[in-house]
């Protein structure tokens, strides 16, 4: 990164807002949302997408009740405060 700043000022305007696009995304958490009906699946997308089977509770009857927030840890961890996981 050190080497490519100094070299920024050579860049195309086009180029410099992407290179800035770039640097904006790395520092903030991307955020995605998953929304719909009762028992539609949702966690179980949430699990088979992040590889983990029983990461978000799931089942025959409406099992998720509160808005769940997952975060990127080493490992996966019960935070169970306003409703966050």
Excluded at 1 to 14: A, G, Q, S
Excluded at 36 to 55: E, Q, T
Excluded at 62 to 70: E, F, S
């Amino acid at each position: 990164m050190l080497e490519v700043l100094p070299k920024i000022d050579t860049l195309p305007e086009e180029r410099i807002g992407q290179v800035r696009d770039a640097l904006f995304h790395a520092d903030h958490p991307f955020l995605m949302v998953f929304v719909g009906p009762f028992n539609s699946g949702k966690s179980s997308l949430i699990n088979a997408l992040l590889g983990k089977p029983d990461l978000l509770r799931v089942g025959p009857v409406p099992t998720t009740d509160r808005i769940n927030i997952l975060r990127y840890g080493d490992e996966p961890q019960q935070m169970d405060s306003g409703g966050e996981v």
